[in-house]
């Protein structure tokens, strides 16, 4: 599976972004997807997942009410709108893929490139 982010920019504080995540196959719908995101000189970190089907979704509790993953399985796309984006959250961001739905990175089998995210204060 090749995943392909998309969306990161500029913002301004209080601002909103949304990233989408393009998967290269049909199996897209067998795979939980997920958000990470990495600081500069900060460890990679759990944004976001997704079950398969769509019906389950986790946070980390830095977004959680801000942040939503959603999942098009039709269009092998995942989605991250992010609202009221504030400097804390200023990262590249990843998408992955993986069998089951978890915060840790190495639960993740495809990793896309990273689309990077900027909020100015």
């Known amino acids: 599976v090749q995943l392909q982010a998309s969306g990161g920019g500029l913002v301004q504080a209080g601002g909103s972004l949304r990233l989408s995540c393009a998967a290269s196959?049909?199996?897209?719908?067998?795979?939980?997807m997920a958000w990470f995101r990495q600081a500069p000189g900060k460890e990679r970190e759990f944004v976001a997942a997704?079950?398969?089907?769509?019906?389950?979704?986790y946070y980390a509790d830095s977004v959680n009410g801000r942040f939503t993953i959603s999942r098009d399985n039709a269009n092998n796309t995942v989605s991250l709108q992010m609202n009221r984006l504030n400097y804390e959250d200023t990262a590249v961001y990843f998408c992955?893929?993986?069998?089951?739905?978890?915060?840790?990175?190495?639960?993740?089998?495809?990793w896309g490139q990273g689309t990077q995210v900027t909020v100015s204060s």
């Open positions: 997704i079950s398969w089907s769509g019906e389950s979704t």
């Open positions: 992955a893929a993986g069998r089951r739905s978890s915060a840790y990175d190495d639960e993740y089998v495809y």
């Open positions: 196959r049909r199996a897209f719908s067998r795979y939980t």
